[in-house]
């Protein structure tokens, strides 16, 4: 994986890529508290400190909700393959 940071007047876009494969629950969550949680190198030590254990919080919150929408997913489409008389494909889809 690499990262390409693109700068302009309008703000930042940041390009995550992958091979063969999408971005894990993980990857995800680190990309959103980045642009959710913003800690200033200019900030009170303590508060700095209680930001990143906040920060961190929120990652572990984000990565456990994503996994869950997964889960989820995995279920409707197995259900609607199951509701169209497709059961060996949402036999396999629950194996994945």
Same mark, same amino acid.
């Given at each position: 994986? @690499?990262?390409?940071?693109?700068? +302009?007047?309008? &703000?930042? $876009?940041? $390009?995550?890529?992958?091979?063969? !494969? &999408? /971005?894990?629950?993980?990857?995800?969550? &680190? @990309?959103?508290?980045?642009?959710?949680?913003?800690?200033?190198?200019?900030?009170?030590?303590?508060?700095?400190?209680?930001? /990143?254990? @906040? !920060?961190? *919080?929120?990652y572990w919150v984000i990565v456990h909700t994503? *996994?869950?929408?997964?889960?989820?997913? !995995?279920t409707t489409l197995s259900n609607?393959?199951? +509701? +169209?008389?497709?059961?060996?494909?949402?036999?396999?889809? !629950?194996?994945?």
């Open positions: 994986m @690499f990262s390409v940071d693109i700068k +302009n007047d309008c &703000g930042t $876009v940041d $390009v995550q890529t992958t091979v063969d !494969r &999408g /971005h894990t629950p993980e990857e995800l969550a &680190g @990309f959103a508290v980045e642009k959710i949680i913003q800690i200033a190198d200019s900030a009170d030590p303590v508060l700095k400190q209680q930001a /990143h254990a @906040f !920060r961190e *919080k929120m994503a *996994k869950q929408a997964i889960k989820s997913d !995995r609607n393959l199951v +509701n +169209n008389g497709q059961e060996d494909l949402a036999k396999l889809l !629950r194996t994945i």
